[in-house]
């Protein structure tokens, strides 16, 4: 008390005059930031509004096509409507993959949107080589077409509890922006669990396909004769292979390669890192680091480099690099398995992982090695009946081959062609692989490569 009767007139002013100030200043800094949460609320909440529209317009757009595929007869109008169910399925799930759905497996919703375009996709390639369709894939196709039918009532659905209160995306911009609190109406992940729930009887659809169930059924080849681990082991794995400590049980994956499932490494117990490793063999499969990524420092070659060490670091054998992809400062590197046959490497295509640097530190943030861990194996390749200088020749006059390899490429189905693969250039200058069956001389496949800022992809 003595202090504040020292004190001047002036300066005791002076100091409520700052109190209040301060006091103003935190006020409106308290309302900016509930102003700019209300905002960011706000975006969010349109942009899956929209992309759930755009959702259910899709799987109509699906509905319509399929049910007109199981009338059509010609082979045009059969590529016809499987060209647009090849697209309308892809944008669906690129419009799927924009909803944020916690917590909710949708295994079942994917892999009917992939198959649905690549079964209608094997029917037109049957039917443009002359062969009917049989009245057991019409019946697959009227499945597809109920699931279809279902699907989209069911969207149409929540759509309209979206719109008139009751369904909310509430909790899923709560999950994101921090609040925690328990959602007081159903929201949007409820209504996909429902929607998920209505592909427990989903039918087997046995065709030459990535998706078909009967290569989805396929046991990893890497992983055959392998013993199975405990959980305990398999964490050491998941640690060793990441250095993360903080890794803990998060339950089993099933399917063809079963695994167990590890996250950890997040502030606030937000879980950045999730790995998975095979329950047979204890192997990485996949790894993923959603940390946020600053600017650049490293170049794309010194990123290639990080990206060889860390593969060569997982002990699977030799491999070579092939494509590339960067966004988001990070690089996704795809390397091929590589083997001697004859004396003479072969690439070996369908034994690929991908692995992803952060261009800001050179931390490995992504790694997926399923298409390793599902094809890769001991084989024995055709003798070689058409030589290089044959393929060569038969090569299109428009082409300019600048490089040649042999490599084993997959097909649609579980079939592998071995190849001669000519890296070529075309009449505008841009690169073509060829790649010529080496026990037939047929031309197998014809790929764009696309070269920009951004990566080399295969097209």
């Known amino acids: 008390m003595e202090r504040f009767r020292r004190m001047g007139r002036r300066s005791l002013v002076r100091l409520i005059s700052f109190t209040l100030a301060l006091i103003a200043a935190l006020a409106t800094a308290a309302i900016g930031g509930y102003t700019a949460a209300r905002k960011y609320r706000t975006t969010i909440e349109y942009s899956y509004q929209r992309a759930l529209g755009e959702l259910t317009e899709y799987i109509s757009n699906l509905d319509i096509t399929l049910e007109k595929g199981q009338y059509a007869a010609s082979a045009k109008q ?25 917590g909710t497996e949708l295994e079942g919703t ?9 079964f209608c996709m094997a029917l037109s390639d049957k039917v443009e080589s ?13 499945q597809l077409s109920g699931y279809a039918s279902a699907l989209s009532k069911q969207l149409g659905q929540m759509e309209s509890d979206l719109y008139n209160g009751a369904l909310t995306l509430e909790s899923t911009q709560d999950a994101l922006i921090g609040d925690g609190q328990e959602p007081a109406m159903p929201d949007i992940n409820s209504g996909f669990h429902e929607m998920e729930e209505g592909f427990a009887d989903y039918p087997t659809l046995i065709y030459d396909g990535p998706f078909s169930d009967h ?5 990893p080849k890497y992983l055959a004769g392998k013993a199975a681990v405990s959980q305990s082991q398999a964490l050491l794995s998941a640690r060793k292979a ?3 400590e903080s890794l803990a049980y998060a339950g089993n994956s099933s399917g063809n390669l079963p695994c167990y499932l590890f996250t950890g490494g997040g502030e606030g117990g937000t879980a950045l890192l999730s790995v998975s490793v095979s329950q ?6 996949t790894f993923t680091n959603a940390r946020p990524v600053g600017e650049p420092v490293l170049t794309v070659e010194e990123g290639l480099e990080k990206a060889q060490a860390a593969l060569a670091g997982r002990g699977l054998g030799e491999f070579v690099f092939r494509y590339y992809s960067l966004a988001d400062g990070i690089l996704t590197v795809n390397f091929a398995a590589a083997a001697k046959y004859d004396g003479q490497e072969v690439v070996l295509y369908p034994d690929l992982v991908k692995v992803g640097i952060a261009l800001d530190t050179g931390e490995t943030v992504l790694y997926d090695a399923k298409g390793f861990l599902q094809n890769h194996t001991e084989r024995e390749l055709p003798a070689v009946a058409v030589t290089e200088g044959e393929a060569r020749a038969a090569l299109s006059s428009r082409l300019t081959p600048e490089s040649h390899a042999m490599a084993l490429i997959p097909s649609d189905g579980l079939s592998e062609t071995y190849c001669h693969e000519f890296l070529c250039r075309g009449q505008d200058g841009e690169k073509v692989l060829v790649y010529v069956d080496v026990e037939t001389g047929m031309e197998e496949q014809i790929l764009i490569l696309l070269e920009s800022d951004t990566g080399v992809l295969a097209m």
Do not use: C, H
């Open 215 to 219: 290569i989805q059924q396929q046991k």
């Open 110 to 118: 994917y892999k009917f949107l992939s198959q649905v375009g690549n």
């Open 78 to 102: 059969i590529e016809g409507l499987s060209s647009a169910l090849w697209r309308q399925a892809g944008n669906a799930k690129m419009a799927l993959s924009q909803l944020p759905i916690a």
């Open 130 to 142: 002359g062969e009917p369709v049989t009245e057991q894939e019409r019946e697959a196709l009227d």
């Open 242 to 244: 990441t250095g993360a």
């Open 280 to 285: 047979a063999g204890g192997v990485v499969e």
